[in-house]
Nanobody, 128 residues
């Protein structure tokens, strides 16, 4: 059973930065075998893809809305994933979730249905 816990959210002003962390715990799953992703959900909107990376962290995918501002990374030894968010905008306000791909050795995907389990989310609020 895999459990994910996000942290690092908060209230910031536009233009500032935040670093989200995702801690992964599992007794049986080898974290380094799975692609990871971050998604977000704003009030009244559907959950949307933000960023994903492959098992080794060398291949990444970003949503156009965050490309050049956000950086996804991972530390397999620590079973951690991160999302560095720079130049934040009010439209980045949302609950941010990390997720593990359903299948080992799969490529990172933008489809939320390919990810399970999920963390409980961390709130990011950007004021103008």
């Amino acid at each position: 059973q895999v459990q994910l816990v996000e942290s690092g959210g908060g209230l910031v002003q536009a233009g500032e930065s935040l670093r989200l962390s995702c801690s992964v715990s599992s007794r049986t799953t080898t974290f380094s075998n799975y692609a990871m992703a971050w998604f977000r959900q704003a009030p009244g909107k559907e959950r949307e893809f933000v960023a994903a990376l492959n098992r080794g962290g060398g291949s990444t995918v970003y949503a156009d809305s965050v490309k050049g501002r956000f950086t996804i990374s991972r530390d397999n030894a620590k079973k951690m994933a991160y999302l560095q968010m720079n130049s934040l905008k009010p439209e980045d306000t949302a609950i941010y979730y990390c997720a593990v791909h359903r299948y080992p050795f799969a490529s990172p995907s933008v489809d939320l249905n390919e990810y399970s389990p999920w963390g409980q989310g961390t709130q990011v609020t950007v004021s103008s």
